[in-house]
């Protein structure tokens, strides 16, 4: 027995990069093409689609990257349907990120291709831009994507010469410190560190710190969230001090860096125990 068809669809008001979560049982959708790069991947069953004079088939975990103005149709082959999740880059956040070399370089290598990296990559992006997160966040989700695509697209990364890319770096991570709290995107985190754009701002912040700027700033709320709950502060109190969405927010990434929660963590270093479970 056949069962439901079901879409999920997202958009980042931002930069308007949208994200379908998507499964399908018979027929999809008929031939048709976007303005938009399309990046996605297979999580279940056989995707069989025709693009690029030939129909093709994607399976579990395998890359599906499609270039503006491409004509491609989809449907289920097996009882099982497919699942998949795929990003709608648009063509002006591509060139941000890799410069206009994108599309005078004649598109993607390979249609379909396995890259597990970029499959993770945008696994996150689209879970980044469907659940409530903060704008770096979201973007660090893309930007992890668009560098992926680089090796696809048969482009090396452009280097900062000199002194260029540590002064870019550590201008941010000061603004970072400085705004620990404070809701600060990659846009507004590159200009104020000098950088051109946010691209050139992760790969500098990068080779420097060995994280992306989200990476950083959890890693720095987190050491001052351990900080204030040592020194009895409430689960509640510093979530909001930190700069975490809620108390669960800060419970989660709390217990994935500590094996602790926050709330055990205060009553361990102060014997004070907690009301509400963190």
């Known amino acids: 027995m056949a069962g439901h068809d079901r879409i999920r669809f997202s958009r980042d008001p931002s930069n308007g990069v949208e994200a379908i979560s998507a ?14 790069w399309l990046v996605g991947v297979t999580d279940h069953g056989v995707q069989d689609f025709f693009c690029r004079g030939a129909r093709r088939q994607s399976t579990r975990d395998r890359i599906i990257l499609i270039e503006p103005g491409e004509m491609h149709d989809g449907q289920a082959v097996t009882a099982g349907g497919f699942a998949y999740e795929m990003l709608y880059v648009p063509q002006a956040v591509m060139r941000e990120g890799l410069g206009d070399l994108a599309l005078e370089e ?35 989700a893309l930007d992890g994507v668009i560098e992926r695509l680089r090796d696809h697209l048969g482009l090396s990364g452009r280097q900062l010469g000199g002194e260029v890319a540590p002064a ?33 701002l992760a790969r500098a912040f990068r080779a420097a710190y060995g994280a992306s700027p989200h990476a950083y700033l959890v890693r720095i709320r ?8 040592a020194e009895g502060e409430s689960p509640a109190a510093v979530a909001a001090d930190c700069g975490f969405a809620d108390q669960s927010h800060l419970g989660r990434w709390f217990r994935r860096a500590f094996a602790i929660t926050p709330g055990a963590y205060r009553a361990a270093c102060t014997g004070v125990p907690d009301e509400r479970a963190a």
């Open 23 to 36: 499964r399908f049982f018979g027929h999809a959708y008929d031939m048709h093409h976007h303005d938009e």
């Open 106 to 140: 004649g598109g993607f290598r390979q249609t379909l291709s396995d890259d597990p990296l970029l499959a993770g990559a945008i696994r996150r992006a689209c879970a980044a831009i469907a659940e409530p997160r903060g704008q770096l966040a979201r973007d660090a």
């Open 168 to 200: 870019i770096a550590r201008r941010a991570c000061e603004r970072l410190h400085d705004e620990m709290a404070a809701e600060i995107g990659a846009d507004d985190l590159a200009a104020a560190s000098g950088a051109a754009n946010r691209f050139e």
């Open 222 to 229: 987190l050491t001052e969230a351990r900080r204030l709950l």
